[in-house]
Structure formats: C-alpha cells, structure tokens
C-alpha cells in the first residue's frame, strides 16, 4: 500500500515511519510542518500548513491508507489557546479526510486519544469531533477507519525509570505498545473495507480488583505476591506508588490483535537488571 502519514516528523510519527520502512512492506508519503529529522532523501516528504489544507490534495495523490497523526495535545494544554486546538485538530482533520476523500483513499488509521473521555475539556473535545468526523466520513464516503486512542507515550529510558514505571500504574503506556497498536490499527484497516473501529492503545491490565485489595493501607506489600521482589524495588528506588493502579479500557484488542506487552512487572525486570548507580532519579523531561 502506499501510505500518506501526516504529522511525521513528531514522536510517533518519527517511530511509525521507521517501523513502516523497516517492514519494507509499504511505501510510504510523509508530510508535516517541518521536514522530519534525518529525513531520508529517497522518502517524499510534502512540507505543508494543515491548518490551510493546501498542498495536502497533491501529498494524497496515489496513496491507499491515511495516517493521521497532528494534533495539539495534553502538554500544550497550558501554552495552546482553545482557537488552536480547534484549528490543528478540528480543522486539520478535516482537511485531511477531505483530501482522502478527494484522492479516493478509503482507509485511515487516526490518533485520537484517551484523553476522549475527558469530553469537555480543552483536548478531548477535540478528540471527540475528530472521531466525529471520521464516523461521517466512513457513513458518507465508505471510509474504513479506526481511530486508536492511546494512554500518554512513555519511553523507557534507564535515566528516568521510576517514572516510566509510575505511568505504567496509571495514565501511561510504553511507547513501543502504540506503536505496536498503530501498525495493527494499519493491518486491520487494509484488510477490512467497512471498519469503524475504536482501539485503545493502553497497557495490559495486570491486576485482578482481588489483588488490589489493600493497596491504599500497603502498597508494597500488595505488590510483593503478585510481583516477587517488588516491595525491594520500591524501596531501594524510592517508587512513589500511593496512588492504586486503574484499569486501561481495552477496547479493539480481539478485532487487531493487538497484544500490549509492557507493564509494572515488565518494567521491574528491566529496572532490577540495571546496576544500582544506572538507575538515575533525574528530572523527567515528559
Ligand atoms: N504524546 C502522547 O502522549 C499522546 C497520547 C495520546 C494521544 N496522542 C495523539 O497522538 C498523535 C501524535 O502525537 P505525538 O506525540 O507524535 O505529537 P507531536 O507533538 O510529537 O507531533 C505532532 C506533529 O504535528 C506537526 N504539526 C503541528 N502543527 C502542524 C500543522 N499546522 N501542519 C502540519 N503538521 C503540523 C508537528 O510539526 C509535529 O511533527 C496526536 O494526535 C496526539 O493527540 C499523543
């Protein structure tokens, strides 16, 4: 398939474009604002304003499957007026279904957000009409669709593991899982030609509500049978985990396949692995 991805300079764009060409399977249109870091000269980038929409008709010439990823999100909540957010996330989706439209794609993978459940704030609002647009794209103009709502992206870094390992309790998931789910969001759309799928892209729930009992009098110790050796690791690393762990919605998993990988227990093998002085409490720059 010949994949037009918008917004693919930013975190997960940068990730998706290297998956996608390591796969060798597809080829692949980017398109951002700003030229993707280390762009490959032999990939077509498309440099354009999806706030306007211009040049965005020209980028989806050819192209099968849409990947739409720009939006202004949780971290630039403080800096972002509700204007903005409107006009990237509103109107930019909009100009980008239109141009699907236009071209005759009739498959799109969109990043929509678990911050959709939080309907009237600043973003999730956004997210909401997103979704929306997409579900009158697919009963207007036969889009195939699935829009993945992820946690917040969470790389591991042996820098700042404590926190890393916090967000996988609650709000978090590791970064490689979105990517994960992006790419079965991809697979599943280009072999489904009717799809209105929602898949949240969030970490395995690991806890039974039975193994939680307890939590908020004895963390540690609630931790320890489920997890052997964690009560040590929240010790000597100073994990701050008061507060008890939530359940991820999982919707979309059995449809794609996806299968997320990384969480607390993940993440302590991984931590206990390290030399004591690796594990760095250092300023966490997410
Ligand atoms: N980062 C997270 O933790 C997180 C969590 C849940 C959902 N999401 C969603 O995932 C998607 C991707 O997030 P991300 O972290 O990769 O974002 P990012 O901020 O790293 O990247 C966004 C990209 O959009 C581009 N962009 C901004 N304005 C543009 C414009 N006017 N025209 C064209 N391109 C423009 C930017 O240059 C940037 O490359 C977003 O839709 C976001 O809402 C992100």
């Not at 398109?31 to 989806?60: C, K, N, R, Y």
């Not at 990043?111 to 997103?130: M, V």
């Not at 609650?170 to 994960?180: F, K, P, T």
């Not at 008890?244 to 227990?265: I, K, L, N, Q």
Request: proline fraction near 6%.
């Amino acid at each position: 398939m010949r994949i037009l991805i918008t917004g693919a300079a930013g975190n997960l764009g940068r990730g998706l474009t290297d998956r996608l060409l390591g796969q060798g399977r597809h080829r692949l249109v980017l398109s951002d604002l700003v030229p993707p870091p280390g762009l490959d000269d032999t990939v077509e980038f498309h440099q354009l304003d999806l706030q306007i929409g211009a040049g965005l008709e020209t980028a989806a010439r050819d192209c099968d499957l849409l990947v739409h990823l720009p939006a202004w999100h949780g971290v630039h909540s403080g800096t972002k007026t509700e204007t903005d957010f409107w006009r990237l996330n509103v109107d930019g989706t909009f100009w980008a279904l239109q141009a699907a439209r236009a071209n005759g794609i009739r498959r799109c993978v969109f990043l929509s957000s678990q911050s959709w459940h939080g309907h009237y704030e600043k973003y999730g609002f956004t997210k909401r009409i997103g979704e929306e647009l997409l579900a009158y794209h697919h009963a207007r103009h036969g889009l195939s669709y699935v829009a993945v709502r992820p946690h917040d992206f969470t790389p591991w870094s042996e820098n700042w593991p404590q926190r890393y390992g916090v967000r996988l309790l609650h709000g978090g998931v590791d970064r490689d899982d979105v990517l994960d789910a992006v790419l079965a969001a991809i697979d599943h759309v280009q072999q489904t030609d009717d799809a209105e799928l929602v898949l949240d892209a969030t970490r395995p729930n690991v806890f039974t509500a039975d193994q939680l009992q307890g939590w908020e009098h004895d963390p540690a110790g609630t931790l320890e049978p489920i997890f052997p050796g964690a009560a040590e690791a929240v010790q000597r690393y100073r994990l701050d985990i008061s507060q008890r762990p939530t359940v991820a919605p999982d919707a979309g998993r059995a449809e794609t396949g996806y299968a997320p990988s990384r969480h607390f227990g993940s993440f302590l093998e991984r931590l206990m692995a390290l030399q004591p002085d690796e594990a760095r409490d250092l300023t966490c720059p997410y």
